[in-house]
């Protein structure tokens, strides 16, 4: 079975602070994704990567970048974190189209 | 830029009635098509896919016909279950390769009374 593990499933941070999140797949899997979701808009993308250190904006990038160092693990990273950054943050990686999630990071920003 | 919108929830329903989730996509090129369901407490999974027009996706009594003329993507059980509740995502595949951008609709919660 294809694992996605991201490092944490509940985060706290301050506004302002930078913050990292990690994702791991163990699939070989060329392409991954960051989402966040929110009740009532679904799941938007934030960053896709479709091979090592390369990467393309999904539909709400601002205030995000990311890193793709190594196949298995894409980063998400949050510059300074902000009150309205609060969200699900999920990541993905796919094989033929369909997409393998990890459980989730539930990030709350004070 | 492409987009999928869904019709909004809660929808509730009682055991054994029909379901009808409609999806409607905008995309300027030929995008495959997908249903992904969230139980409650867990991951998002993939339910079904269709990658051209007229393919019908099926899986645990779900459908769901790509419709080219009326760019829409259905979802529909003929005979809806408790264990069906959950939240129910229709999405987008932008490029059928492999650095295709996979887009989501805003989620419909489905609940089923017994």
């Known amino acids: 079975d294809v694992k996605v593990t991201q490092s944490s499933r509940y985060l706290v941070k301050r506004t302002g602070e930078k913050v990292f999140l990690e994702c791991v797949q163990d699939?070989?899997?060329?392409?991954m994704f960051w989402y966040r979701q929110d009740p009532g808009l679904g799941l938007r993308l934030i960053y896709f990567?479709?091979?090592?250190?390369?990467?393309e904006k999904g539909d709400i990038p601002e205030g995000y970048s990311v890193s793709r160092e190594k196949k298995e693990r894409f980063s998400l990273i949050l510059e300074s974190a902000s009150t309205n950054q609060t969200s699900m943050y999920l990541c993905?990686?796919?094989?033929?189209?369909?997409?393998?999630f990890g459980s989730g990071t539930q990030l709350s920003v004070l | 830029g492409d987009s999928v919108t869904q019709m909004e929830g809660p929808v509730t329903l009682s055991e054994e009635a029909f379901l009808t989730i409609n999806c409607t996509y905008t995309?300027?090129?030929?995008?495959?098509l997908f249903w992904y369901v969230q139980y409650p407490g867990e991951g998002l999974q993939l339910l079904l896919k269709?990658?051209?027009?007229?393919d019908k996706g099926s899986n645990k009594g779900f459908e769901a016909t790509y419709r080219k003329e009326t760019t829409s993507f259905h979802l529909e059980k003929g005979s809806v279950q408790v264990s069906d509740s959950a939240v129910y995502f229709c999405?987008?595949?932008?490029?059928?390769?492999?650095?295709?951008?996979?887009?989501f609709g805003s989620g419909t919660r489905l609940s089923i009374r017994p």
């Open positions: 999405a987008l595949s932008d490029r059928p390769s492999s650095a295709s951008k996979i887009i």
């Open positions: 990567s479709y091979d090592v250190k390369m990467k």
């Open positions: 699939m070989d899997h060329e392409n």
């Open positions: 269709a990658t051209k027009a007229d």
């Open positions: 995309a300027t090129g030929y995008p495959s």
């Open positions: 993905a990686s796919s094989f033929n189209e369909k997409l393998f």
